[in-house]
């Protein structure tokens, strides 16, 4: 499994910017996949995740009604729609893989792409 995301950038509080995430390497009926970030000298941390299935969607408290998780399925794309953006989001988001079940733990995740950077900073 190969992960490409892209997509990230320098965005005014209140922007918005949306995340790109490339699949490809095998199909994903059975898959999770997912978003994480992780901000300088802190942990990485669950952004959001997906069914590749079923369209099922996860999100951390932090993000809920702020950011959108969806997906497409013939082209194999992941994306991450990030609205109202705050500085606080500033951070090298991942997207990353599992097969299920479900989990939001970033080390249950088998595959992972290169990381894309957002700015959020006036």
């Known amino acids: 499994v190969q992960l490409q995301a892209s997509g990230g950038g320098l965005v005014q509080p209140g922007g918005s910017v949306r995340l790109s995430c490339a699949a490809s390497?095998?199909?994903?009926?059975?898959?999770?996949m997912g978003w994480f970030r992780q901000a300088p000298g802190k942990e990485r941390d669950f952004v959001a995740a997906?069914?590749?299935?079923?369209?099922?969607?996860y999100y951390a408290d932090s993000v809920t009604g702020r950011f959108t998780i969806f997906r497409h399925n013939v082209k194999n794309m992941m994306y991450l729609q990030m609205n109202s953006l705050k500085p606080e989001d500033t951070a090298v988001y991942y997207c990353?893989?599992?097969?299920?079940?479900?989990?939001?733990?970033?080390?249950?995740?088998?595959?992972w792409g290169q990381g894309t950077q957002v700015t959020v900073s006036s």
């Open positions: 990353a893989a599992k097969e299920g079940p479900y989990s939001d733990y970033d080390v249950t995740y088998n595959y």
């Open positions: 390497g095998r199909t994903f009926s059975n898959y999770y």
């Open positions: 997906i069914r590749w299935s079923t369209g099922k969607t």
